[in-house]
């Protein structure tokens, strides 16, 4: 109904420029159908390719997935170790770990890359999944059903199912005797891990990946964006292209289609966005996450040289009005104008000082600046469900600012500016607790950082610098290591 709507007379395109498709049940997951009406819609679309090729997947999901004939006979050959036929079903079974940030980039990862391969995507239904993300696919299940029979849990880098130690121990591989090629195993653990070695980061090479092609299930566990170096694969060179004529926009795209939030979080968002940043002419969001080092029990500080980083990048780059210098009510000019700030952090501090500083003394120009943050969970608890709901809300509640500022190095932001489409500015990570000069910069991109990228030249057969082979795959701001889309 329109009285959720932030502003109702406003017509919004709630399919996103074609990523999604009528027919779903919008009671059951409101924040589909919504997702527009709380987020500035996108000055980039989505290619009629793409859209083609979603359409293409969905009819895969559906086809292949649990329930059907096709998925028992897939599962049968699991259980009974040999490929007995073959059927037009290949699967990507990606298992989940990780904090919400990461979790986003993983499965946004593994979603292209079954798109590109041709498998259907299944994920974990062991790690609350479905209380936190809305089925994707109409009339089909992403959850891998509970007799699925691998005891993919004790799957590890080192476990004889592991593609990097095939490949090492010479079983398999895009490097073995043609003539071996024939015998490929009914599946293959893929360990892409940021404590990956040599082996399992062939994974990346285009041998590699063509023998992959024909392993009809892959098990995969992985942390990270990986999607960077899969445009340096050469066979989907092309295809990546087409479906990504703006090549900046891959998260973006594949995030608002892919991840949905259920009802329970996409209520406290939107509730929350209605109530204290709605109204105001500008919003600013603020991503604070402290990955310092030095002591334990201090690890969210408080930390001034990190407040006093905030508010110059916030200042500096005329983000958030300056603060005057004089005590409150000796300010001159009066203006009408408001700017809600939401930060997201473990930790209070910095919004209370925040807010303190811009009550104390007001601002040059008269504008009022309210801070507001949903929570302060003070640790980082991945395995338990309502600290994970929050830090969901949090990222879309980030997701619906018109600027960012977010924290070098961590993917909770990432998820946060390709959800909205802003480029944000990145504060760099200090050293020895002093504030970086300067304190943050504009990102080349809305693109999230591919942080542990292979550095390997799989033609040369050797190390490589991987962030200056194609202009559009570049070494991130924020991890000099790092490769992310431009
Ligand atoms: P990263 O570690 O910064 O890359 O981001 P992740 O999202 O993968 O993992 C961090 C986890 O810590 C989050 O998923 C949350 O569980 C928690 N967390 C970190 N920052 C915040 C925050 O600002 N708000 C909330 N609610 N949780 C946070």
Not at 114 to 133: C, M, Q, S
Not at 171 to 198: E, M, W
């Amino acid at each position: 109904s329109d009285d959720l709507s932030p502003s109702p007379h406003i017509e919004y395109d709630k399919l996103l420029g074609g990523l999604l498709i009528e027919g779903f049940d919008e009671k059951s997951c409101r924040s589909r159908y919504q997702f527009a009406r709380y987020h500035k819609s996108s000055a980039r679309i989505p290619s009629p390719y793409l859209i083609q090729r979603l359409r293409k997947q969905e009819a895969l999901q559906k086809k292949c997935g649990p329930g059907t004939k096709l998925y028992k006979k897939a599962a049968e050959q699991l259980r009974s170790g040999q490929i007995i036929n073959v059927t037009d079903c290949k699967y990507l079974f990606l298992t989940i770990h990780a904090g919400l940030g990461n979790r986003m980039l993983e499965i946004t990862s593994a979603f292209l890359y079954a798109l590109i391969t041709n498998r259907v995507l299944l994920v974990d239904r062991y790690k609350e999944i479905a209380d936190l993300f809305c089925e994707p696919f109409p009339d089909t299940s992403w959850l891998v059903p509970s007799d699925f029979p691998l005891n993919y849990g004790e799957f590890t880098q080192s476990s004889p199912e592991s593609y990097g130690n095939m490949v090492q121990n010479k079983v398999v591989g895009g490097n073995t005797d043609r003539s071996l090629a024939g015998t490929r195993p009914p599946y293959v653990y893929v360990h892409l891990d940021g404590n990956y070695g040599f082996h399992d980061k062939l994974f990346y090479c285009e041998d590699d990946q063509q023998f992959l092609q024909g392993v009809p299930w892959l098990i995969m566990r992985t942390d990270m964006y990986f999607i960077p170096s899969l445009f340096l694969i050469p066979a989907y060179e092309d295809e990546l292209s087409r479906l990504f004529p703006e090549k900046d926009t891959v998260f973006h795209h594949l995030a608002r289609y892919l991840l949905h939030p259920t009802n329970n979080i996409w209520y406290s968002v939107t509730k929350y966005y209605r109530s204290y940043l709605a109204k105001a002419e500008k919003r600013v969001g603020v991503q604070i996450r402290i990955f310092e080092t030095k002591g334990i029990l201090q690890r969210n500080g408080p930390f001034p040289h990190i407040l006093n980083q905030i508010l110059s990048c916030a200042q500096n780059e005329k983000l958030l009005p300056e603060i005057s210098m004089t005590e409150e009510g000796t300010t001159s000019t009066k203006n009408n104008r408001t700017i809600a700030v939401l930060t997201t952090s473990l930790s209070s501090w910095y919004s209370d000082r925040i807010q303190e500083k811009y009550n104390n003394h007001g601002t040059v120009d008269g504008t009022t600046v309210k801070v507001y943050q949903p929570s302060h969970e003070e640790y980082q608890r991945s395995r338990n469900k309502k600290h994970n709901m929050k830090a969901l809300a949090e990222i879309y509640l980030l997701s619906m600012t018109d600027v960012l500022i977010t924290s070098g190095f961590s993917t909770f932001g990432y998820a946060a500016q390709g959800l909205a489409g802003v480029t944000p500015w990145i504060m760099f990570r200090s050293e020895n607790h002093v504030t970086p000069d300067p304190p943050c910069r504009r990102a080349m991109s809305m693109e999230p950082c591919f942080h542990q990228a292979p550095y390997y030249d799989c033609k040369a057969k050797r190390d490589a610098d991987l962030g200056k082979v194609v202009p559009y795959v570049r070494h991130c701001e924020d991890v000099s290591w790092g490769l992310k889309i431009v």
